[in-house]
């Protein structure tokens, strides 16, 4: 057993010890490939690995957990021992990390009078049944047990989201509880007193979260110290992560990044944000809300030390570099074989409009009113609203009341308008030309915001109801459209041109290799790989191709499905052995 202590600095078994970590999550990499991704942190240089807990990773619907496949937190812990990494845990229920809702669980948003991160007993009391499966998981693997973990954190940036120290402190006594006997920390950025608002220094050691001008950073943490204690950037920002619509992907330079990654070092701890970033599959990317919606993108790439598909970079050398200078530099032989495969272009097998295959997918709910997904227990992708409307004449006010994120109109299964955050709710005039006339809107959620004050208002879908000619529209059916199961789409049904599709494509393995589908001349959507979800694409860019690690392929056989909603679809599509991040 060994033990792990915070005094005037880090000691571990009551030597000084430097924290050198990297932020590698889980979540959004292939269990396959955790082995590589540790090994390659290890090789250079870094002593420790850190990873969130994402809480809507592990408890999708209320009471229902899950510990297995992409969600097997302990034995990506005990991968990191086999390593010879040590462990810094952030269970936090909220954790950011440009994830879908800031990690939390999209159920909580089924209360309307609930307060997310708050000490408001409504949400404490999902905290702490969430607490007592999860920390079950990971408590034996503490240091003082035996195990890897070194220190926990405490909640995250919450100097930037409000000042109830209380409920800090009632998270810290929660851990207690559940058995966390290792040191805890908090983090903030340095500026605008978020120390102030997010520390609680008698429970936890506060560090910092920022990018650069470390130095200047440290000499605030040190004064608001007021004494000896170490100073640790737990963010170390190396890169940024990409929005839908920006010019380009974000990169940053190696050169200032590994200054600041020395200056770091020369007086204190770091964790690297991120070493490796991953991939946000399916629907789990977050998304930000300032003067508009600007929701993630699937890669997760943030031009890191390790590419989305773990290739070493130039950054990742000279970080090396740096980390030499402080300790030595392990050298071993990698376990895991990857190589990169163009499976070239494939031709469609069968494509059938969303419409037609409607009652196969969900089934329908009959309302008075439109409701949000969440009050349907869905989460994430999809819902369609449908009703019926008089017979010919003019609609001359047409509003769509409290609806996210991203709407799409149909007239008798024909695109009328699509609207999309601030365009929501403006007036859309139209004309009824047929006998009796059907009215759709497909909503799409974008990625809940997982950052700053819009967290409480997160629920997706049409909220409020729409207005036809200046009266609420009453008489739905509404299809619930979450994408989990694709196996019901029936492929034999029709196909009409410029209306949301699946359209399936088969090819031949002989070798898994990783691999990237080109998305050039789709509109936007989803692509599923042997049922499994990749995540969106968009050809708004600044993402083009999605990734799709060898791992989720198999020898023979593989079914690529695309849904598209946009109408613009092509009849082949090519797997590339290069990404294309913008």
């Given amino acids: 057993m060994s033990e792990f ?12 010890f430097q924290i050198i970590s990297g932020t590698i999550h889980y979540f959004r990499v ?5 082995h590589d991704r540790l090994e ?42 086999k390593v010879g990494l040590y462990v810094i845990l952030r269970p936090s229920p909220y954790i950011c990390a440009e994830w879908e809702f800031g990690g939390l669980p999209y159920w909580l948003l089924k209360d309307p009078h609930m307060k997310i991160r708050m000490n408001e007993p409504r949400y404490l009391a999902k905290v702490e049944k969430y607490f007592a499966r999860l920390f079950p998981e990971v408590v034996d693997l503490q240091i003082d047990q035996g195990g890897p973990i070194i220190l926990m954190q405490v909640e995250n940036e919450y100097g930037g989201y409000a000042n109830d120290l ?4 009632t998270l810290a006594e929660m851990m207690r509880k559940n058995q966390v006997t290792v040191p805890l920390i908090t983090s903030d950025g340095p500026w605008r007193g978020m120390l102030n608002n997010g520390s609680i220094p008698n429970f936890a050691l506060p560090t910092i979260n920022c990018g650069s001008e470390v130095k200047k950073h440290f000499r605030t943490l040190s004064a608001f110290h007021g004494e000896s204690r170490p100073l640790m950037v737990t963010e170390f920002w190396i890169g940024w992560f990409d929005a839908w619509q920006d010019k380009k992907h974000h990169t940053t330079s190696v050169t200032e990044a590994t200054k600041e990654l020395a200056d770091i070092l020369s007086e204190g701890s770091v964790n690297i944000y991120v070493f490796h970033g991953g991939t946000n599959f399916g629907f789990m990317n977050g998304a930000n809300y300032y003067e508009r919606l600007t929701p993630d993108v699937t890669s997760y790439d943030y031009d890191a030390p390790l590419t989305e598909w773990g290739a070493i970079t130039p950054k990742y050398k000279a970080f090396q570099e740096v980390i030499a200078q402080c300790q030595d530099i392990p050298k071993f032989e990698l376990s895991t074989k990857i190589i990169q495969k163009a499976y070239g272009k494939l031709s469609v097998h069968q494509r059938v409009s969303l419409f037609a295959t409607l009652d196969t997918l969900a089934p329908k709910h009959t309302a008075i009113y439109p409701q949000s997904m969440e009050m349907y227990d869905q989460g994430y992708g999809y819902i369609y609203y449908q009703t019926n409307l008089a017979q010919q004449g003019e609609i001359e006010d047409f509003r769509l009341i409290n609806c996210k994120d991203r709407a799409q109109v149909f007239l008798n299964q ?48 049409i909220m409020d109801g729409v207005v036809i ?9 509404i299809y619930n459209l979450p994408l989990d199961d694709l196996t019901a789409v029936d492929f034999t049904r029709e196909y009409v041109c410029g209306t949301p599709s699946f359209s399936r494509f088969e090819f031949e393995v002989d070798e898994c ?3 990237f589908v080109d998305m050039s001349g789709w509109g936007k959507g989803v692509v599923f790989i042997n049922g499994f979800n990749l995540g969106r694409f968009w050809e708004v860019g600044p993402q083009k191709r999605l990734y799709l690690p060898a791992p989720l392929l198999h020898l023979g056989t593989n079914e690529l499905i695309v849904f598209e909603t946009e109408g613009k679809v092509r009849d082949e599509i090519e797997l590339v052995d290069q990404a294309n991040l913008g």
């Avoid at 292939?30 to 955790?34: D, G």
């Avoid at 002593?47 to 034995?75: I, K, M, S």
């Avoid at 601030?422 to 497909?442: A, D, K, M, R, W």
């Fill in 166 to 169: 209380s409920y800090l402190e």
């Fill in 30 to 34: 292939v269990p396959e490939y955790w």
């Fill in 414 to 461: 024909k695109p009328l308008v699509t609207q999309y955050d601030h365009e929501i709710g403006t007036n859309y005039p139209f004309s009824l030309q047929e006998g009796s006339n059907q009215l759709g809107v497909l909503v799409e959620n974008m990625g809940r915001v997982n950052y700053s004050v819009q967290m409480n208002h997160q629920q997706k879908g």
């Fill in 469 to 477: 000619n200046g009266s609420f529209q009453t008489g739905w059916e």
């Fill in 40 to 81: 390659k942190l290890k090789l250079m240089g870094c002593n420790t690995v850190e990873t969130y807990v994402a809480w809507n990773v592990h408890e999708v619907q209320e009471g229902e957990f899950c510990f297995t496949g992409r969600a097997d937190l302990r034995r990506f812990i005990q991968l990191a021992q």
């Fill in 513 to 515: 290799g990783d691999t």
């Fill in 5 to 16: 202590k915070i005094k005037d600095q880090f000691y571990l078994d009551n030597q000084p």
